[in-house]
Every structure is written in C-alpha cells, then in structure tokens.
C-alpha cells in the first residue's frame, strides 16, 4: 500500500482562496464584460493575473501544498455543475461557453437564471443546480486542468479542488425524487476526473464535502462510505484529501475513515474542541489537515491554543498538516489595505494574508517545535491580552442594564389588546397597502454619498439633498394612495453597515470586500467591543418624512440578529450575548421614534433564517436567543405603536415558530415565489397575527398586472382573515427602477381596492 509518507505530504495549506482581487479587479473586469466594453480575452488575462499573483504569493509566503480550481468568474457550485455536465438545458443553445455559463448565473432576456441561495450558514450564496430527468452528467475538466497546468508551470505545488459528489448533489434542486439517487451516475466521472488529475502532475486532489457537517442520516453516511471506497480504487490518481468545514463530520468521520483515502480536513475552529473527540485515533495512517486558523472571522489565531491542538493530533496520528478552517473566500484580503482601523484593533485582527501567515508558523512550531516562534508567540500573546483587557469589550453600564432586564421588558400586552388600541389609533382600510423601506437608490443619491466622503459636500448639503428624495417618495406615496409610507431609506448605504457606523463596538474597513455572490461584494463590519448607542440613528431622516403628511411613516430599524449576520463577530462570548447588546440599541431607537411621534416600526429580520445552526441539536438554543433579542429591542415601546418585521431571501419552514415567536403585530414575508405557501404554513403554527406576504416578487424589473396581484391577493385571503392581511411587495425597492416601482405600486394598490 502507498502510504502518506511516499504520497508527498504536505505541512502548510489553506483550503481555498478568494477570487475577486484585492482591489475587486475581477468584479470589475466581469463587469465590463457583461457591459460590452471589454471582450473574453481581456476578461481571462484579468483573471490569469490575479491567480498567478495569488499562486506565487502564497508559494513565496511558505505554503507547500496550494489550492488551485478555486478560483471561479461567479460560482464554485455553478462551475461544478458544468465540470459534470450539469448546466440547465435551457442555456445548452448558447453556443459560447462563458457566455453560456454566466446565462446559467444571471439569466438572459429570455433564459431564467438558476436559483440562488446561501452557502450553508455563511452569507456567501451559490447557484443551485438543477437536476432532473433530462441531466444527462459528462465530465469537462478542462477548466480545471488548465488551471492546474498554470499552477504547475509557475512551479507551484498545486492541489486542484472540486466539490464533492454528495454536497453538490445534496445541495442541487432534483426534480422528480432526491438528487442523491444519482450519484452512482457520477462516481464514474468523478474516477475518470481523478486519473486525467494525475496524469497532468496532480499529488493530490482536495474533495470538498461540507455537507457532511450537517444532519445525515444512516443510509448517506453508507453511501459517504461507499462513494470515498470506490473513488479511493481509482486505478490511477492523485492522493485524496476530502475536506469538510463549517462544523464537525461527526458519524461521517469513521466513514471517511474506513476507506482508502490519504488525507481528512477537519475544522478545529467551529465549536468542537481537540480532535474532534474520540475518533481521530481511526485516522491513523491518514493525513489530518487541521484547521486551526479560523477562516470565516477576522480574528488574530491565538498560536497557543493552535499549537496545544496540534500536538494532541500529532498524538494519535501518523501526519499533520496545518490549514485555515475553511475557504479564505469569507474573510478580506489583507489587513496590509487598511489604513484607518485604531493600532489597538488592528493588532487584533488577521485577515486572509495574515492568516497564510498564521499557518506558515504554526507548521514551523509542528515541525520545528513551539521555540522556533517564540518571538511570535510572545507578540500574540500580547495583542491578545490587550483585546481582553480593552475598555471597550466590557462596558459596564450595557452589562447592567442587560443583566437588569427582568421578563417583562421582553413582554407586550396579549395581542388582541395591542390590535384593539392600534386599531383607534392608526384607522387603516382593510388590507391595508405599504412597501417594506426601500425606494430606488438612484444615482444622484450615490452621487450625494461619494460626495460627502469625498468631502465636496458638506454635511448639511447631503442633508438637504436626502430630504429632497424623501419628500419626493413621501409625494409619491401619496399620489399612489398607500397607506402606511416609509421615507425610502436614502441615507442608507446598507441595513447592516448604516447602523454599524452609528454604533460604538463596531468597526469598518475600507478594502475588507468579500464576495457575497457573483460579482456582489459586501464589507462587513467588525463586531469587537461591547454595542452601546450614541445618540438616535434615524429619528431626524424618519421624523422629516412624518411631518410632509398625515398619513402614517412607518420607522426602519434592522434586527439584532441581521446586524451580527452580515458583521464579523466577536469570539470572546456567546452570539447570543452580542445580539442583546445590539437588540438593547435598537430598543433605544425604537423608542425614540415613539416618542418623536412614529406610530409604527418595523424592525427587519431577513437574516433569521440563515443563522440557523446546521444541526438539529443546536437549532433550539439559537431560536431562543435570536427570538429574546428581537423582543427587547421591540418591546420598549407602547402597546399602541405597532410593530412590523420583515422577513426575506428564505425558506421559512425551519424556523416558522420562531416567525410566531417574535410576535410582532405585522409580519411582511417573501411569498410572492413560493405561491403563498408560506401562509398555510403560519397557519399551521398557530400565527395569528398581522401577515403581509409580497403579493409580487421586486427580483424582476417586469411590473405585475392588477389582475395577478388581485390573484396573488385572493389566494392569501384563503388562509389568511381580511382582517389581518397586508399588501405590500415581497422586498425592499432599491435596487428597482423609479418607472417600474411607479407602475408596480399603482396596480397593487388598484389591486388591493378590488378585493376590498
Ligand atoms: N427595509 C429594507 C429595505 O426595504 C429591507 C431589506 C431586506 O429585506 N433585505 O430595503
Ligand atoms: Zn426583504
């Protein structure tokens, strides 16, 4: 048998890199592309670029062992689906292939896109591939090879990733029974993928499995067993390191364990302490890639802590190497970028070159023993005892007002009572129509913005222009004949980064961009200290807008929950401790709004569902304190405010009860996609509040007919009673057209006064 040792180990890697450019380059060039301004040729020397800078940095920075088929012009799962031949047949008559590919990602005039949805519990989202009777898989591994070619003429020593067969079949859309039924269809192909591997210099190959951190029953763990079995039987192949992240493979593990393959990865960082428990012995003879250098969060490794975890591996197993946890395709480029972060902070942090850093040490003191970095460990230590003892991580007056919240500052009156005293005072039609914030961000509005930071304008100069949009969306609202109206959300960049600027606690980087999909990027704040409000945050815009009319303005706050999705969030205490804090400052401001003369609030939570843990066993914990925190913060004002949230980009099934538990007078959910079905669901839970499902979807600029809206509507009315009912669209407006939002609203409202 070839053991580890003759198969070429390796002692330092990451599992994945990020692709978009330190400075976005690629999201620019795609960009370009799509626009007609440059062609194919351009696009790919773009990329050629940033991947051969990429490769020899990492190879110069001391990593033996490099992934490479990372990279990808959109999507990892959407370039899996077309190594198997799995593209949508829809786009097949697209003769050229990145055309075709990227018609597969965003759709055409006349070619739907695939669907979209988040990449387990992180807020990168993948294509979902489609599978059906008509996938007929073939293998086109010439993207992949030829990537792996460039990597070895640059003299890297490159390990080509792919997903593996069962993520990318349990994570596709099967029509017509479970995807997983396919996968004695793809075993074949993936064996043929491994010899062509081989045969272009491959050592190894990296088979992505994070699926198996999630609840697997019985029989998938059989075929976990049965699919690494016969890939491991490949005649001719590369060593196999299957790779999981996220979590823990918990029974998955003696699976992977029991076959013929070299290497497992494993994630030290998320949860599980040491060895992911007893069954690390079973990989004896095998090589463990642990993951000790966390690659979701942007927080300094504590070495220590890493070095103490790899020698217990070392312990009980023949070969360690040391890695990030996961991908560094969720965390910034480098920490080099910034400028303006506070010294104190920024000693704090590790971003994606600081964390190939990170690695290339902790493999030193693996092989070389814990003295070789001595003068390092010395300075973690340091920065590390300064975060603890920061000021700013332990505010005294926010512990004591949180510790001081008995059960009633999380309690309303009963509902009917609430419905009764906000019937008097709001004397709204029946089914009353609203939008959910946001109209168009039009550029005079980003223009306005990239002024002020530029420091063209002056700060009462963009106030006055922001008040000119509101006062024209409060106009428009009017003309349309809405009911309850919202200010627009102008001054808003983001729902999560507006707060987070506002809020001590929070910090904000100027090139920390991650891909969120596609050629989307966003730049999460960072969560590292103790969240306390400075002074109101929106008062003044929303106040403004109250007082052009008498109908009533609807106040805009974001959810504690959705505010820690969408930041890098500290690690020195519970999630849930965060979000209280953060629920307590958007309690303040909720308050504030009452008392400025707002009568309702509408408090958003489109995160909700996607901070959901993987497993099973660990969901209850998080829907208690997600459901607590949302509760202070809407629960400081009086039982005749109403209260609203806002619930989107999901499956709700999951986490219906919680939907119920947050108890807010009115719910506006996505619906508009799934035909209603979300209101059966309710139902079945018991919800008997205020429901607004979007009677049309806002992800197209195509505007709905009266007649459909008034069928969406009919078909609510069936599960839910007129008297709870809201109409409103299923999202946010900003990103749609002024023209299209105009026509749009009007027919809903004509709708809405049919069925009245
Ligand atoms: N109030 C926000 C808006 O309208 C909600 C956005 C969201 O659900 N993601 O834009
Ligand atoms: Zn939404």
Not at 46 to 54: F, G, I, P, S, Y
Not at 221 to 234: C, H, S, W
Not at 273 to 300: C, E, F, M, S, Y
Request: proline share 6%.
């Amino acid at each position: 048998m070839v053991t580890v040792a003759q198969q070429n180990p390796f002692t330092a890697t990451v599992l994945g890199l990020p692709r978009v450019g330190p400075r976005r380059e690629l999201k620019r060039a795609t960009e370009a592309y799509w626009a007609g301004e440059i062609d194919a040729g351009r696009l790919h020397a773009v990329a050629r670029d940033l991947r051969r800078t990429q490769l020899t940095d990492l190879r110069a920075a001391g990593l033996d062992s490099i992934p490479v088929g990372t990279f990808s012009y959109y999507d990892q799962m959407l370039d899996t689906a077309e190594l198997l031949g799995a593209l949508p047949p829809r786009v097949a008559g697209i003769a050229d292939p990145l055309d075709r590919y990227f018609a597969a990602a965003r759709g055409t005039e006349t070619v739907e896109p695939l669907e979209m949805t988040k990449w387990f519990d992180t807020n990168y989202h993948y294509l979902v591939p489609e599978i059906g009777p008509e996938t007929a898989f073939s293998l086109h591994p010439d993207k992949l090879l030829a990537q792996l070619r460039e990597a070895l003429e640059l003299g890297v020593p490159a390990r080509p990733v792919v997903i593996g067969p069962i993520t990318f079949l349990k994570l596709a859309k099967a029509s017509g029974g479970s995807a997983l039924a396919r996968l004695i269809e793809l075993l074949p192909l993936y064996r043929e993928l491994l010899r062509r591997l081989a045969v272009a210099g491959a050592q190894w190959v990296q088979i992505d499995e994070p699926v198996l951190v999630t609840d697997l029953t019985a029989e998938e763990i059989g075929l976990v067993q049965v699919t690494y079995a016969e890939l491991a039987d490949a005649p001719e192949r590369p060593a196999i390191l299957v790779a999981t992240y996220f979590g823990q493979p918990d029974a998955a593990l003696p699976a992977l364990a029991s076959t013929g393959i070299e290497g497992v990865a494993l994630d030290f960082t998320s949860g599980a302490d040491v060895a992911a428990g007893a069954d690390v012995p079973a990989l004896t003879g095998k090589l463990i890639v642990a993951g000790v250098v966390d690659g979701r969060n942007v927080w300094r490794t504590d070495l220590d802590r890493a070095v103490a975890t790899l020698d217990t591996l070392r312990g009980s197993a023949a070969q360690v190497a040391v890695s990030s946890s996961c991908s560094l395709l969720h965390v910034p480029y480098t920490l080099a970028a910034e400028t303006a972060l506070d010294e104190r902070l920024r000693s704090w942090l590790a971003f994606g070159a600081e964390k190939v850093t990170e690695v290339r040490l902790l493999a030193t003191a693996l092989s070389d023993g814990a003295q070789a970095i001595d003068a390092e460990l010395a300075e973690v230590r340091a920065a590390l005892a300064s975060r603890r003892s920061d000021p700013r991580l332990n505010d005294p007056r926010v512990r004591a007002r949180l510790a001081a919240l008995g059960p009633d500052a999380v309690r309303r009156a009963p509902a009917e009572q609430r419905r009764e005293l906000q019937r008097d005072r709001l004397r709204l039609p029946a089914l009353p129509t609203t939008t959910i914030g946001s109209y168009p961000q039009t550029s005079a509005i980003r223009l306005a913005r990239a002024a002020l930071r530029k420091g063209a304008i002056d700060q009462a100069e963009y106030v006055r222009r922001m008040r000119a949009e509101i006062a024209e969306v409060i106009a428009l609202q009017e003309r349309l004949g809405l009911d309850v109206l919202v200010h627009g959300e102008p001054e808003r960049n983001d729902m999560v980064q507006y707060f987070a600027e506002q809020l001590d606690g929070f910090a904000a980087t100027e090139q920390g961009w991650v891909q969120s999909y596609g050629t989307r990027c966003v730049r999460p704040p960072i969560l590292f200290g103790d969240v306390a409000r400075r002074e109101p945050m929106t008062v003044e815009w929303i106040a403004y807008a109250q007082s052009l009319t008498d109908k009533p303005v609807k106040g805009m706050l974001t959810g504690p929950v959705t505010i820690l999705a969408w930041s890098f969030v500290r690690d020195d205490q519970p999630l849930g401790d965060s979000a209280r804090q953060v629920a307590l400052a958007i309690r303040d401001e909720s308050v504030d709004l009452e008392s400025a003369g707002i009568r309702i609030i509408q408090v958003d939570e489109p995160a909700l569902r996607e901070l959901l843990p993987l497993r099973a066993a660990d969901q209850p914990g998080y829907l208690e304190w997600s459901v607590q925190s949302f509760r202070i913060a809407t629960s400081g004002v009086s039982d005749a405010t109403q209260i609203h949230t806002h619930l989107c980009y999901s499956e709700f099934g999951e986490v219906i009860d919680a939907i119920a538990g947050l108890d807010a007078d009115v719910t506006s959910i996505e619906a508009a996609r799934s035909r209603m079905e979300v209101l059966d669901d309710l139902n079945a839970a018991g919800f008997d509040l205020g429901v607004g499902p979007g009677v049309y979807d806002i992800h197209s600029a195509r505007v709905p007919s009266v007649d459909e809206i008034t069928t969406s509507l009919r078909a609510a009315l069936k599960a839910v009673p007129a008297e709870r009912l809201w109409v409103n669209p299923d999202c946010g407006l900003k990103t749609r057209g002024r023209a299209e939002v105009e026509a749009s609203l009007r027919n809903m409202v004509a709708a809405a006064a049919a069925v009245r």
